[in-house]
């Protein structure tokens, strides 16, 4: 990892830095936001993978709830790493715990998993896919552990979109009190719940506000997987990684709301639709969108966690 930094940075990175820096000008950062953008570059940064066992124990017998985001490794285009999900997770989590310490919840977060389940993306190189159950199994065993180590409620952010995933969090999330005894709650929104057919009213889904009502007609083309929104992130919080000469050359994929629903079948249908492996404009990709995003995002997810305890 040290040596792949040291020649990224000696690469295209400086026009990446001077627009973190306008982004940092612009956009207040909290003390986790400020670590993930220019300290240390790990995704166990503000995890308990970074902390010793005593403390850990102490903050979750002490009524700490622990944040575990649950991501893949998947292509993500031919400009972001494949572990752009992860990462993703990685911030997300380390934002929301930020947020919920301003409410004055205490929280620790557990680090991002990476073996997701992907149907859509699995034909391309890279991209590492685990059976849906194997992933409930191994979540229900790390609840076990989190139940040993003293916490008593676990929240779940799923970091990857595919189906599948999503389903396999949500059965664990449903065996987690009897089997592991500790209360476990998927934070989603009411969209992606009915997507993979369950009721957004379920008492184990914490589920984030739905945003206002977009204005004027739907847009031509989604933005969905390794689009503008996802390159915008990864060039707000991981820019190194990135191959930031090609951000600009990736123009519109144009993949209809129609094509998504093809795309999302997998193989020749998903290489047929993005034979590149991005949907939308990555070359639009703004990190000051990406750190506005995210900040919004963790928000409305730390509004929901907040919610949910209150239950
Ligand atoms: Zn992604």
């Given at each position: 990892m040290?040596r ?11 026009a990446?830095v001077a627009?973190l820096s306008?982004?940092?000008a612009?956009?207040p950062?909290?003390?986790a936001?400020?670590?993930?953008a ?7 940064t ?8 005593p403390?850990v124990?102490?903050?979750a ?21 494949l572990?752009t ?6 911030v997300t989590?380390?934002?929301v ?7 004055g919840?205490?929280?620790l977060?557990?680090?991002a ?5 992907s149907d ?9 896919s685990?059976?849906?159950e ?5 979540m229900?065993?790390?609840?076990k552990?989190l139940?040993n180590?003293?916490?008593?409620t676990?929240?779940l952010?799923p ?6 995933h999503?389903?396999?969090i949500y059965k664990?999330?449903?065996r987690s009190?009897?089997?592991?005894g500790?209360k476990?709650?998927m ?7 009915t997507?993979?057919?369950?009721d957004p009213?379920?008492p184990d ?14 847009p ?15 060039l707000?919080y ?6 930031q000469?090609?951000v600009p ?8 709301p ?5 795309w ?10 993005t034979p590149q492996g991005?949907?939308?404009d990555?070359?639009k990709?703004?990190p000051?969108?990406?750190?506005a ?12 966690i ?6």
């Open positions: 040290g792949t930094l040291k020649i990224a940075l000696a690469g295209t990175i400086l990446g627009a306008t982004a940092q612009q956009t950062l909290s003390a936001d400020a670590a993930g220019n300290g240390p570059y790990s995704v166990f503000g995890t308990i993978a970074d902390m010793t066992w403390d124990g102490a903050q017998k002490a009524g700490a709830v622990a944040i575990w985001g649950i991501a893949v490794i998947e292509e993500h285009g031919p400009a972001m790493p572990g999900d992860t990462y993703g997770a990685a989590t380390r934002l715990k930020a947020d919920l310490e301003a409410k919840i205490k929280s977060v557990v680090p998993f990476a073996w997701g389940a859509s993306t699995s034909v391309f190189p890279g991209t590492l685990v059976r849906p194997i992933l409930t199994e191994l229900v065993d790390v609840f552990s139940n180590t003293g916490f008593k676990v929240y952010i970091g990857h979109g595919d189906a599948g999503n389903m396999a664990a999330v449903k009190a009897k089997e592991a500790i476990a709650v934070v989603t929104n009411a969209a992606l719940a997507r993979i057919g369950v009213k379920d889904l914490a589920l984030t506000a739905a945003g206002p009502p977009p204005a004027g007609p739907p031509e083309f989604i933005d969905g997987h390794s689009g503008t929104g996802e390159h915008s992130n990864m707000a991981y820019p190194k990684v990135v191959k000469d090609v050359t990736l123009k519109q994929a144009g993949v209809t129609a094509k998504l629903v093809d999302r079948k997998g193989g020749q249908f998903t290489l047929d639709i991005y949907t939308g990555p070359s990709a703004d000051v969108r990406g750190r995003a995210s900040l919004a995002a963790a928000q409305g997810m730390a509004d929901a907040a919610a949910n305890l209150k239950k």
